[in-house]
């Protein structure tokens, strides 16, 4: 494993017997394509697609055993954030997998390093490849330090990243006698697999907020996160 290597496994906590695992979980499929006809055994899209469940997984198990006295919806909100692109991508940058990410010429030139769909899917790709290295416990302690860890004392609460602000947004208007709020998708930009979009929402005829997400969804609350902020005010 070289010096780089070896200071990205010392900092994810888990040294690996096959670094190759490593290695693929880092290896964007734009590097293999530019290489030699695309085998989707050398790049991380599978160590991805089994890190997610993994992840899932890990964290479900996780917060049961932490929390035995939240409710099923509880839980379900808190894993929801956990496990979702912006947690993981925070988890990324703490990690500074960009740095480390294998990427294609044209990728690397469209600031594939600070894509935030690229750093969020190494995560559970890094997740993968310890699992596979090392069984379901490394990659339980990786979840539990690097996932579930970092993201605060969730004992005190739900972080403000759950709240529902749509929800909250279709109460404030109704209590204020407004037509429900109307949302719709006003630009999307970046390749199929690292899109960003922003979502405005409109309420009446005079009240607007436009926000950016890596999703729809995300977007959305965000921009009824700043429209409820223009109705408290």
Known sequence: MSADLAELAESIGYRFRQPELLIRALTHKSRIAEKSE???NRDNEQLEFLG?????FA????????????????????KAWLVSAT???????SLRLGEYLLLGRGEEMSGGR?????????VEAVI???????GILPAR?????QVLDSAGDLEEGLPSELTDHKSALQEKAQALKYPPPKYSTVAERGPEHAKTFTVEIRLGKTL???AEGISKKEAGQRAAELLLAQLVD
């Open 38 to 40: 695309h085998d989707p």
């Open 52 to 56: 997610d469940s993994i992840l899932g």
């Open 59 to 78: 964290v479900s198990e996780a917060l049961i055993s932490r929390f035995p006295h939240y409710p099923e919806g509880k839980l379900s909100k808190l």
């Open 87 to 93: 947690h993981l991508l925070a988890i990324a940058e």
């Open 114 to 122: 600070s894509k935030r769909a690229l750093l969020a899917n190494a």
């Open 128 to 134: 993968a490849a310890i699992y596979l290295d090392g």
């Open 141 to 145: 302690a990786f979840v539990e330090a």
């Open 208 to 210: 607007s907020a436009r």
